[in-house]
């Protein structure tokens, strides 16, 4: 027998229409904790499954290992999701976490687990119950964090993580209504003590809200704020790529040339934003480094009276000819390294997509290096020199085997292909947590 949802509240809002934009996917993951504004996700999601309209839904519930009562909390969203009639899947930790920056940890364990078992069901989007509280208290962390206008512009309704599409369906409500609809439905939510515990950066924020609020800084307001910086990241992003047709060039090992003078005319928050979209793109990364990092490398770049020369997020940054040049470094680690025996078909440091086929035992696929690059001197394309030796190889005992992208073709047997998606990653208007 199915769990009934209730009435008030929850009953007014309309699922067809909180979930419209997700009704195509052909499956769905949802996120729940136990909590009463993740049940709530899932009550929506099999009200909105009952009317015919939804995608296959498979719900993930995370014990992160830091609670003894976490595995019965997460035995519960099985049992509500099996009385609602939705598939569910049960996760553990299969790490320990950290002492220090917890919140950071968990968070990236809980998007890596849930991210894979998302994929293993076939959905490409993972939902996520962050509401409107949610939405005013991180416009309040970024204020603290001093983040700028994209920070400020706080959670968008969809975001991507690492090739994966977090969807927030919820973020138009407020936990109040969430939670009755929860209590009228006759479930008890998990109350997670984290929530309240003043260690966490969001707790002692939670704590502070309603005396924000009693001084006008309430939920509708900051909600409202948020959106009216990403109204601004909008309108800064379209100059951004407009920068980016008339005065860069990305070549195929992934370098990216950007013409300084044309950089430089342009005001100082779009050139913040042209700079760390670059430094994403180029240097592989999730995210772009933080503002403080853009800001003094933009500042160096403005002084035309000093040599440019530094390396930010795994990206050197130099200035030549009228050109401020963008090439990824290896750094003291390396670039990544992995066995690919047999075959390999992925996204390789951020950067390329690779794909090889009939690759010898022991063979690896790492970076050409400098020491490849000149090997092959006689056959590079055009492209900066730090950025083709960070390019992708396939490599055996003997030394290289295939180096696409600087001419080395693979030998019979062996498929090696190639495509820099620099220029892809260049054009995403993805948002970290402090631009």
């Known amino acids: 027998m199915r769990a009934a949802d209730g009435g008030g509240a929850g009953a007014a809002i309309d699922p067809a229409r909180l979930f419209a934009r997700w009704s195509g996917e052909g499956a769905l993951a949802l996120a729940v904790s136990g909590g009463a504004d993740s049940l709530a996700l899932m009550l929506l999601a099999a009200r909105w499954r009952d009317g015919g309209a939804a995608p296959r839904l498979i719900v993930l519930s995370l014990d992160h290992g830091l609670r003894p009562e976490a595995a019965a909390e997460v035995a519960m969203v ?90 927030r369906p919820l973020l138009v409500l407020r936990h109040a209504d969430l939670a009755a609809m929860v209590s009228r439905a006759g479930l008890e939510p998990v109350a997670d003590p984290h929530n309240e515990d003043g260690r966490f950066a969001r707790a002692r924020m939670r704590a502070l809200m309603p005396r924000l609020a009693a001084e006008g800084l309430d939920t509708p307001r900051l909600v409202a704020t948020a959106a009216r910086f990403r109204s601004a990241a909008l309108a800064i992003d379209a100059y951004v790529e407009r920068l980016f047709a008339t005065a860069a060039v990305i070549d195929e090992a992934g370098g990216v040339r950007l013409d300084v003078a044309a950089a430089l005319a342009e005001p100082e928050e779009t050139l913040l934003r042209a700079v760390s979209r670059i430094l994403r793109a180029v240097g592989g990364s999730t995210y772009p480094p933080r503002l403080s990092g853009i800001g003094a490398l933009v500042a160096a770049m403005a002084n035309d009276g000093e040599p440019l020369k530094r390396t930010v997020a795994g990206v050197v940054v130099d200035r030549r000819k009228g050109l401020f040049r963008f090439q990824r470094e290896a750094g003291r680690d390396g670039l990544p390294e992995m066995a690919v025996a047999g075959g390999f078909d992925a996204v390789w440091d951020g950067r390329f997509a690779v794909t090889i086929a009939g690759a010898p035992p022991g063979a690896r696929l790492g970076a050409l290096g400098v020491d490849g690059r000149r090997a092959v001197r006689g056959c590079i394309v055009d492209a900066l020199p730090l950025a083709l030796a960070a390019t992708p190889a396939l490599i055996g005992p003997e030394g290289i085997i295939a180096a696409p992208l600087a001419g080395v073709a693979p030998p019979d047997g062996i498929s090696f292909t190639t495509r820099s998606i620099v220029k892809d990653r260049l054009l995403d208007r993805s948002r970290s947590d402090d631009l």
Do not use: C, K, N
């Open 78 to 167: 099985g049992r509500v999701a099996a009385s609602l009639g939705l598939p569910f899947r049960a996760l553990a930790a299969d790490t320990s976490l950290p002492p220090s920056d917890i919140e950071a940890a968990a968070r990236a364990l809980r998007y890596r687990l849930l991210g894979a078992a998302a994929r293993e069901a076939g959905a490409s989007v993972l939902m996520t119950a962050h509401h409107a509280d949610d939405q005013a208290e991180t416009v309040m962390l970024r204020l603290a964090r001093g983040s700028g206008i994209y920070g400020l512009a706080a959670m968008e309704p969809e975001t991507e993580r690492d090739g994966l599409r977090i969807a």
